[in-house]
């Protein structure tokens, strides 16, 4: 067999990175560049760091190694190499393989997917950034469905602390919105809590009213 | 004054969490948000609408969110929540609220003091309401009103007739198809005995917004399509494989004379409409017992679980036929698949104590028994007198849910699932509000997993 072919990705803090062929093409965006003529020099990932491309470069080559034995053990029909297959393995219930081998195989994949995104917080939110620029469907699906169990549970205040995300509603919107959500979700005892913990931490809407009429110019 | 205050950085320390408080805040690009949202359950997002403006515009507004997020779900074949319309409850009923699953609560105005909810599984929610028709998403608790029929001679006296809801996955759409009853005693020809049959399609080009630039999408309003062969039940239609069921309605006026070429005895004939195709076909069902004895109640169409199922309820008993094999044009078989014997509370009237309580109540007020789901060899039984109870089928035993003192009076209980399908449309009929006095509060749970 030829030579696989090999690649430099470089990334945004100037580290490189030498994978396969087969384990670049996981990345349709790295593809694409390939294809469309970059692959020569080093290909710059100017998005994502050394740390999380070491953790995508480790679910790429196990992609790459799981499709490798999924043919040998599977009967015999071409999978499609296509990202998208990962996810279908998701989603497929057990009762599709016919082996005990390919059984074993799927077993030990989702074993291994529950370690690989055990990750903390900033790592998961970083890797499912870079996932969505390199287009990696699968580690995305696996990300998104992780990140979104981790989110789950938050009040909206821990939302906006974790993220970073400015509360642009007037007060009277933001009360409107919680009158209403206050139907939607907890019982008296649960919303009143939460209510505590905003109190705490947050504006009452007499203080977001001077603010806004404080910095009336530095907003508009 | 120039006094700035950094609304970025709360001057309180952030309450811990996960180790967060050692980095920078995260930073999560609009379309990767997008992907992460829509995996979430509808519950929670409407929680989250609070977050921020854009937040509140995905889970409000976008419909192309919306389908992202039903996309992501449909699959899971989440399980339906029940609810409850009953006339805005005084205060005592307050004591009781915190049975069942309670998931949220909300208020809309009927015309009539008790509308009619068709019995359905979608994330709409068609509530018949004398002859206006309301259509509800009990997750986001929006509330529409549909314009009315344009006045004919027909439709302006007579009865509101029957309403059914369908539902047509490949094009996402619903229908609401109204059948509205022959007018008798005015002699004439023999058309005057036709059922017409009115339906109102709500597309989803743009949230149901009036217009759409797709060639094969209905215009918002009604339009009349074929007759249907017979009158209707106006009672419980059941909406199985594509089409909207009802019961023959069956009374000593209608003679089998009207009805040439059918060879099917009205008095055992089921009537369905599909809607995709919006033709009229029909289908035999068992001989139970002489239809004219019964309460509407006792003899129904239902669906459980996307069969199509008949229940009989005779004295203490409840037997429970299902149509297995339904296949759209051909015919399927009805197999009587469950046969209870209702729970010893269950206080039934007989034939007598029946008559007499009819003649003097309306038709909805008096005792029913109807089962609504069934499960893992549970079936769910709801009577006046016990409420919702499930009933074991291996062990024959029954098992409390809501005590009937806890459902709201004359009224039973639906299915929904939830969604955030958003009724946004200008065209709902604002002419209707004045006429809309009675205030309806309506319950949403969540059923025991």
């Known amino acids: 067999m030829a030579s696989a072919k090999v690649f430099v990705l470089r990334t945004c803090d100037g580290e490189t990175f030498e994978i396969d062929e087969s384990v670049a093409y996981v990345s349709e965006t790295i593809k694409n560049m390939i294809e469309d003529g970059f692959g020569h020099d080093l290909i710059p990932l100017p998005n994502v760091s050394s740390k999380i491309l070491l953790k995508v470069i480790e679910y790429c080559r196990k992609h790459v190694s799981n499709f490798e034995s999924s043919k040998k053990t599977s009967n015999g029909d071409e999978k499609d190499k296509d990202n998208d297959s990962w996810k279908k393995e998701k989603e497929a219930v057990p009762e599709v393989e016919k ?48 990140a979104a169990s981790m989110i789950r549970g938050k009040t909206p205040e821990q939302i906006r602390e974790t993220f970073n995300i400015k509360n642009d509603f007037t007060p009277e919107e933001y009360e409107d919105i919680r009158k209403k959500d206050a ?15 905003i109190a705490d931490n947050h504006f009452t809407p007499e203080e977001y009213e001077q603010i806004r009429k404080e910095n009336a110019w530095a907003i508009e | 004054m120039g006094k700035t205050i950094e609304r970025k950085n709360n001057p309180r320390p952030p309450p811990p969490m996960m180790g967060s408080h050692d980095h920078d805040p995260l930073f999560l690009s609009k379309e990767v948000w997008i992907n992460v949202l829509s995996r979430l359950p509808v519950k929670t997002l409407l929680r989250f609408k609070c977050v921020c403006k854009l937040w509140r515009y995905l889970i409000s507004d976008d419909p192309h969110f919306v389908h992202l997020h039903s996309h992501h779900h449909s699959k899971s074949k989440s399980e339906p929540c029940l609810f409850f319309v009953s006339l805005t409850p005084p205060e005592e009923w307050e004591k009781h609220r915190e049975e069942g699953n309670p998931i949220s609560r909300f208020e809309f105005k009927s015309k009539t ?48 007739g029957s309403v059914g809801f369908g539902y047509i996955s490949s094009t996402d759409e619903y229908k609401v198809v109204r059948l509205i009853p022959p007018v008798y005693g005015l002699g004439g020809s ?3 005995f036709t059922t017409k049959c009115l339906v109102f399609t709500l597309t989803e080009r743009r949230g149901f917004s009036s217009y759409s630039s797709s060639s094969s999408s209905s215009p918002w309003g009604w339009r ?15 909406f199985v494989n594509g089409a909207i069921h009802w019961l023959v309605y069956y009374c000593s006026r209608i003679d089998a004379e009207f009805y ?31 239809l004219r004895s019964f309460k509407y109640s006792d003899f129904q169409l239902v669906e459980l679980r996307g069969l199509l199922c008949l229940s009989c309820v005779e004295g203490s008993k409840m037997d429970i036929w299902m149509f297995k094999d ?12 469950y046969s209870i014997v209702l729970h010893p509370h269950y206080h039934y009237l007989d034939q007598r104590e029946r008559d007499d309580h009819n003649n003097r109540h309306r038709e909805d ?15 769910l039984i709801e009577t006046r007198t016990t409420g919702l109870e499930y009933h074991h089928l291996q062990t024959k035993s029954f098992e409390g849910f809501i005590d009937s003192k806890r459902m709201p009076y004359l009224r039973s209980s639906f299915f929904y699932t939830e969604s955030l399908r958003s009724l946004k449309t200008k065209q709902s009929a604002q002419g209707n509000i004045e006429e809309l006095t009675y205030k309806q509060t309506v319950e949403c749970l969540k059923l025991p997993s």
């Open chain 2, 190 to 192: 023999r058309r005057r």
């Open chain 1, 99 to 146: 082996d005990a081998e390919e059984k074993a195989r799927v077993e030990e994949l989702k074993e291994w997917e529950t370690t690989f995104i055990d990750i903390d917080q900033q790592v998961l939110f970083d890797l499912l950034q870079a996932a969505n620029y390199l287009n990696i469907k699968g580690l995305l699906v696996m990300a998104a469905e992780k």
């Open chain 1, 183 to 197: 139907m939607n979700d907890f019982t008296p005892e649960e919303y009143e809590e939460i209510r505590k913990k």
């Open chain 2, 224 to 238: 009349r399509v074929v007759d249907s062969p017979y009158q209707v039940s106006k009672y419980h239609p059941a």
């Open chain 2, 260 to 290: 040439d070429g059918h060879m099917i005895d009205p008095r055992n004939t089921i009537v369905a409409f599909d809607v995709e195709k919006e033709e009229f076909r029909l289908i035999e069902h068992p001989r139970c017992r002489d």
């Open chain 2, 326 to 337: 339904y296949h759209y044009n051909k015919s399927g078989t009805w197999v009587k698949e």
């Open chain 2, 113 to 160: 003091l008790l509308p009619f909810v068709i019995p359905t599984r979608f994330d709409l929610v068609c509530i018949q309401d004398s002859d206006i028709i309301h259509i509800c998403n009990p997750s986001t608790h929006e509330f529409i009103t549909l314009p009315k029929p344009p006045r004919t001679s027909f439709s302006s006296c007579g009865p509101d």
């Open chain 2, 365 to 379: 007020d008096y005792d029913y028994c109807a089962p609504r789901d069934i499960k893992d060899r549970k079936m």
